[in-house]
């Protein structure tokens, strides 16, 4: 799929994590048994249900296991894991997507501005309204992915309630969802929920080394609460070089390194680009590190590291729960300053800067 004929570049897919692969590549599931031997006891019992909402935190994997589902349920395959033969030919046009069995739905792309548009709109409900009608003629399972579910704006959420309501025969609908509590109730109510939960470190290392991350993949878990969305956002932008400068700031606390604070603020004054926004990336660490010291002050510094040194700076500077106290409350200030300055347009590097410079005011332990 290119922005044109005459230019390679690709456009833009809102259901790909920057510099990952597509869900649709994925051969298998890791680290979800419960949600996969679900759906494979109610395929096997005759009562699959043409509607399941698939929720969860990002990065659990919930559109992986869509994709596994489509290929499972539209190449016949009979194994009791959601795999199916990659050289398949209904496997091939589905990572091609050129199945004609299959149709996702998702966010569409500007056709002047070629950039994404913010939300679903009905014009891509209503194609898969007529994907429904045209395929009907063909007979068979029919596959509809919409992800997310959550992204669609009220006219699309209605159109899709009507499908709902009035399901085509032969049709199983996957809607992936961020935040299910946003979608209409009447749409939940239609649909059988499948819940996805946060990987723990060893499903995280199985995947992180399938993406060929092994290296980092303690770090990376570490910081990323189980979600392999946002190790492989950390990955690509670099963002462990971007913690371990954090944790740096902070090894003489309460003194701080001017230099190196302007250079972290002035990083955060990039501009955004495919593998995501600085300032973002920035201000998330910070509130990590932040996380990590409340919690060192209550629990003891937390393992893994997610940077050389980091237990031992956690350690200094949260000794204790009266610290921990401070550092969450700090935490808390430093989220909501960040969402106002963004609000407001601020200066990203400004904003970043006086950030450290009142988190390096913070009383000693």
């Known amino acids: 799929m290119k922005r044109s004929d005459r230019d390679d570049e690709p456009l833009p897919e809102p259901d790909r994590v920057p510099g990952a692969p597509h869900p649709r590549e994925a051969t298998r599931i890791i680290g979800q048994d419960g949600a996969v031997a679900d759906f494979l006891a109610a395929a ?17 994997g919930k559109a992986t296991l869509a994709w596994c589902i489509a290929k499972w349920l539209l190449s016949g395959a009979a194994t009791a894991d959601l795999t199916a033969p990659p050289d398949d030919p209904v496997i091939r046009r589905i990572r091609a997507l050129s199945e004609p069995r299959l149709h996702l739905v998702r966010r569409p792309v500007d056709e002047k501005t070629l950039r994404l548009r913010a939300e679903i709109t009905v014009d891509e409900i209503r194609r898969l309204q007529g994907f429904f009608h045209m395929s009907a003629a063909e007979g068979g399972r029919r596959v509809a992915i919409v992800d997310a579910a959550d992204e669609m704006n009220p006219a699309a959420a209605n159109a899709l309630l009507k499908l709902l309501e009035e399901p085509p025969q032969d049709a199983i609908l996957l809607l992936v969802a961020h935040q299910p509590a946003r979608l209409l109730p009447t749409i939940r109510s239609r649909c059988r929920e499948v819940r996805l939960h946060p990987l723990d470190a060893a499903d995280m290392g199985l995947v992180l080394h399938e993406l060929g991350l092994d290296h980092d993949a303690a ?12 190790a492989l956002r950390l990955a690509g932008q670099d963002g462990l070089a971007v913690y371990r400068q954090i944790v740096g700031l902070f090894a003489e606390h309460p003194r701080m390194d001017r230099r190196v604070a302007a250079a972290l603020a002035e990083r955060a004054a990039a501009r ?4 995501g926004d600085p300032f973002d990336l920035v201000v998330t660490l910070l509130d990590r590190f932040l996380t990590r010291a409340a919690r060192a002050g209550l629990l003891g ?22 610290a921990a106290r ?4 700090a935490q808390a200030e430093l989220s909501a300053r960040a969402r ?7 200066d990203p590097s400004a904003l970043v800067l006086d950030m450290l410079v009142g988190l390096a005011n913070q009383p000693a332990a």
């Open 272 to 275: 955004a680009g495919a593998e």
């Open 44 to 60: 096997r019992a005759g009562r699959l249900h043409h509607a399941w909402l698939i929720s969860g935190p990002r990065g659990t």
């Open 301 to 322: 510094a937390p393992l893994p590291e997610a940077a050389e040194g980091e237990a031992a700076v956690l350690s200094r500077i949260a000794p204790d729960p009266a």
């Open 219 to 230: 770090a990376l878990a570490a910081l990323s609460a189980g979600s392999i969305g946002e």
């Open 326 to 329: 401070r550092w969450a409350t």
């Open 340 to 346: 106002a300055g963004r609000a407001v347009n601020l």
